[in-house]
């Protein structure tokens, strides 16, 4: 690892999480549609939590200290991250669609089976954007989990030119946290009948953060 490399990595280490803390605390922050959520969470039901890729920023800072089991890819990017949520209260778990590993999946499978709570991203780590991957229903019908979608908005969009376009919030801005209705998978399914709740999901997926997005434009 060269010097560069050592001081960028300690540099997030160092002010990744107090820096991305004020950054969130500044902001003045709507919460949209917790309540069916929060009354599957107290009646002990496992759930998995789905966000695109491109709506990843918020997370670390908004889901702190809830024990929820995030699976964070092993990329760059997700090791940014997992230095972020390290000592924030996750249970952190590394594995992606690109490098899976058999542990990750039976770590998740354990945690839902207990009635916990899982963070998929299921378009990550490199896309397609908003192309809904087949791990978190194969999960569902594992489990008995039920899937929740969440995403944000912002009142001053800042989108990165990267392949999710991932979107930032500016400092002392409006920013709305959703959660979209849970999405119940029926235990057992077989491969045509995932592929067509792949379909299904993704398709809620879309339009829901297509809804998250149009809020500030109400507001105008």
Request: overall charge positive; glycine content about 8%.
């Amino acid at each position: 690892m060269t010097f560069t490399e050592r001081l960028r990595w300690w540099l997030i280490d160092a002010l990744g999480k107090p820096i991305v803390w004020l950054w969130a605390k500044s902001t003045r922050m709507t919460v949209l549609g917790g309540d069916e959520y929060r009354k599957l969470r107290q009646a002990g039901i496992p759930v998995i939590l789905l966000m695109w890729h491109g709506k990843i920023f918020i997370v670390p800072y908004f889901f702190r200290r809830r024990n929820i089991m995030p699976l964070v890819s092993p990329s760059a990017d997700g090791e940014i991250a997992a230095r972020i949520m390290d000592g924030w209260g996750y249970k952190l778990l590394r594995g992606s669609g690109a490098h899976f590993m058999k542990s990750a999946w039976l770590e998740m499978g354990e945690e839902l089976e207990a009635g916990g709570e899982v963070i998929i991203v299921p378009d990550g780590p490199r896309g397609p954007d908003r192309k809904l991957k087949m791990g978190c229903i194969k999960l569902a019908t594992e489990t008995g989990a039920v899937l929740v979608p969440f995403s944000f908005s912002t009142s001053k969009k800042k989108n990165l030119r990267s392949w999710d376009r991932m979107l930032m919030f500016y400092p002392f801005s409006k920013v709305v946290a959703a959660y979209g209705r849970p999405i119940e998978i029926r235990r057992g399914l077989d491969a045509a009948e995932m592929e067509k709740e792949r379909q299904r999901v993704e398709r809620i997926m879309i339009e829901f953060d297509e809804e998250t997005d149009r809020f500030f434009d109400r507001k105008k």
